[in-house]
């Protein structure tokens, strides 16, 4: 089995919170498993991209676990219209 670094495994245990805390609100799963999975194929050596989707996910994940919160906004750059 392949060893972690330590932002790995921080990033792995925010998805995993992620899935906990969207649970109890219906629709979010598969948005959360879809945000992570697009974000899964970029390379670890982006070191600072990743940190700063990790600090973004913090945020959105303490948006989630608010008892208000019906759905979160999305952070997708417009696409170029034709």
Do not use: C, W
């Amino acid at each position: 089995m392949a060893r972690h670094s330590k932002l790995q495994k921080q990033v792995l245990s925010l998805y995993r919170q992620f899935l906990r805390a969207g649970q109890d609100k219906p629709g979010f799963l598969p948005r959360i498993r879809d945000e992570f999975r697009e974000n899964s194929s970029m390379k670890k050596t982006d070191v600072m991209h990743i940190e700063y989707l990790y600090r973004r996910g913090q945020r959105q994940l303490d948006q989630l676990k608010d008892v208000n919160t019906k759905q979160l906004g999305t952070f997708s750059k417009p696409k170029a219209e034709r």
